[in-house]
């Protein structure tokens, strides 16, 4: 059974950081690219940072310089670190996995106030 379980949201404050956990179970997680995506309140969910299989990462032009994608293949875990973070970083972050098949995760909730 595949599980994407994500970790570590919670509530900040403007310019404070956080950092999001993906663990995975059921997939060849060494192989799979991961992506973090984040859905505000009525807004499509958009793209934020990807690391590939091989470790090479992107990122969305709105986290750039702020935000840190990696990972430890030996914990099947993905990790966005966050730090700056604004009012308009809220929203529910999901991670997910791509190697054959796309999975997701269920999301956790990131809120930064101001």
């Known amino acids: 059974q595949v599980q994407l379980a994500e970790s570590g949201g919670g509530l900040v404050q403007a310019g404070g950081s956080l950092r999001l956990s993906c663990t995975a179970s059921?997939?060849?997680?060494?192989?799979?690219?991961v992506g973090w995506y984040r859905q505000a309140p009525g807004q499509q969910r958009d793209f934020v940072a990807s690391?590939?299989?091989?470790?090479?990462?992107i990122y969305a032009d709105s986290v750039k310089g702020r935000f840190t994608i990696s990972r430890d293949n030996v914990k099947n875990t993905a990790y966005l670190e966050m730090n700056s973070l604004k009012p308009e970083d809220t929203g529910v972050y999901f991670c997910?996995?791509?190697?054959?098949?796309?999975?997701w995760g269920q999301g956790t909730q990131v809120t930064v106030s101001s």
């Open positions: 059921g997939i060849s997680f060494a192989l799979s690219g």
């Open positions: 690391i590939t299989s091989g470790g090479q990462t």
């Open positions: 997910r996995s791509n190697f054959r098949n796309i999975y």
